[in-house]
Nanobody
Framework: QVQLVESGGGAVQAGGSLRLSCAASGRSGYMLGWFRQAPGKGREFVAFIGWSGFPTHYTDSVKGRFTISADNAKNTVILEMNNRETGNTTVYYC????????????????WGQGTQVTVSS
């Protein structure tokens, strides 16, 4: 079974940065994506990347603030975040898909347990 483990979450002030990591037990699928979920909300697409490092794609709300990258040697995908919002507590998940260029959560087969991010003033 493929295991995905997120790490790096925590509390951050608005304007501060966090670096989330997703470590995979093995390379699975073609794309790895990051999603986030607020209480009472569905999973929202954030970004994806191919294991080769290309392509990359971001949801409009994080463009210019978030950067996704892949370290093939370590089977790890990184999400660097510049958080400008306040009052948000969100769980970030990483997941893999065998499809190409999809942003739908239903298309992703394997999911990590999530890591929580809280943005304060």
């Amino acid at each position: 079974q493929v295991q995905l483990v997120e790490s790096g979450g925590g509390a951050v002030q608005a304007g501060g940065s966090l670096r989330l990591s997703c470590a995979a037990s093995g390379r699975s699928g073609y794309m790895l994506g990051w999603f986030r979920q607020a209480p009472g909300k569905g999973r929202e697409f954030v970004a994806f990347i191919g294991w080769s490092g290309f392509p990359t794609h971001y949801t409009d709300s994080v463009k210019g603030r978030f950067t996704i990258s892949a370290d093939n040697a370590k089977n790890t995908v990184i999400l660097e975040m510049n958080n400008r919002e306040t009052g948000n507590t969100t769980v970030y998940y990483c997941a893999t898909t065998r499809r190409f260029w999809t942003t739908r959560a239903v298309d992703f087969s394997y999911w990590g347990q999530g890591t929580q991010v809280t943005v304060s003033s």
